[in-house]
């Protein structure tokens, strides 16, 4: 039975965005691929012009904290982040030797069992986020992540994060926070 999946857009809120790798692979398993990951999640904000207000990538997913963006909705965010990531590791699979099977129309990269045209599943999952106290919690889920699952003794040492531009004021591969971005709105007077 397939569910009808529902998304709220239009309100301004933030939205809480966890996206998977497909089948849970740890696809952002090397810093080389996260890094890549978090230069794509750049170009896509200047792109639409939105809000990162916090970010992690795990080795086999990603959680977002994001405003709505100025041009189109956070669905095509993030079909232009899962396809722009796509692209690009997919393209250095081939330059690193990835024969392609024509009759099954699957690439598969030599020593390696996934696919290389199945990076992401197919959905994401968005909560919208419209109080502080929600804002502040799915913040600090996501900083304290990479600890919960043992790859860091503390947040900070986790450098595919949101958590230093907060803690520490680095300027990360992703802009945070900045609300310049976004322009007025401003509503017609009623009738």
Request: hydrophobic letters at 40%.
């Amino acid at each position: 039975m397939r569910h009808t999946l529902r998304r709220y857009y239009g309100a301004g809120d933030l939205h809480f965005i966890t996206c998977s790798c497909y089948r849970r692979q740890p696809l952002l398993g090397t810093a080389r691929r996260r890094n890549l990951l978090l230069t794509v999640l750049e170009q896509v904000r200047r792109r639409y012009q939105f809000v990162v207000v916090g970010y992690v990538v795990m080795p086999e997913h990603i959680h977002l904290l994001i405003s709505e963006p100025q041009v189109k909705t956070p669905s095509t965010v993030m079909q232009a982040l899962k396809l722009g990531f796509a692209r690009r590791v997919i393209a250095d699979a081939q330059r690193l030797g990835v024969r392609h099977d024509p009759t099954s129309r699957k690439t598969r990269e030599v020593g390696h069992p996934h696919t290389a045209q199945h990076v992401w599943q197919k959905r994401f999952y968005d909560f919208n986020v419209w109080t502080e106290h929600k804002r502040i919690e799915k913040l600090r889920y996501m900083h304290r992540n990479p600890v919960q699952r043992g790859l860091v003794a503390s947040p900070e040492l986790w450098r595919w994060s949101s958590f230093r531009a907060y803690a520490l004021g680095e300027a990360g591969p992703v802009r945070v926070n900045e609300w310049e971005v976004l322009k007025m709105k401003i509503r017609p007077p009623a009738a």
